[in-house]
């Protein structure tokens, strides 16, 4: 086996040559006039790899530790604010669930249910005060 690294042209990854003039790491046969790898560090800036998690400058498009190509980051869009409907809608939930009880109260004559829903319609509002900071 080779003790001088060559990059490999299957897997992209700087790997010693077995004497079949294989890749020791996914076994792809080598150029005979696979040039060694230069040992001066690489210049860029350290990216994480999307398949092995790992810190390092991209070399050649590929990740010099797994062999896989490296994508460029992503641009994540910053969330959009709620709209009015999405922001009231459990309080809208509660007060059409309220007055429901109501029409149900009135046509029973039923002091219980009238409180009910009051006490439901409190509660909505009480929520949508705690969950804003007001």
């Known amino acids: 086996m080779s003790t001088t690294l060559t990059r490999c ?6 790997t010693q040559t077995t004497e079949d003039w294989r890749c020791e790491h ?11 790898v230069s040992a001066s560090a690489p210049v860029g800036t350290a990216t ?3 398949y092995c998690g790992r810190q390092t400058v991209t070399e050649s498009g ?5 062999g896989q190509p490296k994508q ?3 641009t994540m869009l910053p969330r959009r604010a709620p709209s009015l409907w999405q922001d009231l ?3 809208l939930a509660a007060a059409a669930l309220s007055a429901l ?3 149900v109260a009135l046509m029973m004559a039923s002091e219980l249910l009238l409180i009910t829903a009051a ?13 804003d900071g007001w």
């Open 101 to 103: 009880v109501v029409v």
């Open 9 to 14: 042209r299957s897997c992209g990854r700087d």
């Open 48 to 50: 994480r790899c999307g």
């Open 89 to 91: 809608k459990p309080q």
């Open 119 to 131: 006490a439901v319609l409190i509660a909505a509002v009480l929520a949508k005060i705690i969950a």
């Open 72 to 74: 460029p980051p992503g």
């Open 26 to 36: 996914c076994g792809q046969p080598k150029p005979v006039t696979a040039e060694p």
């Open 62 to 66: 590929r990740c010099p530790s797994c």
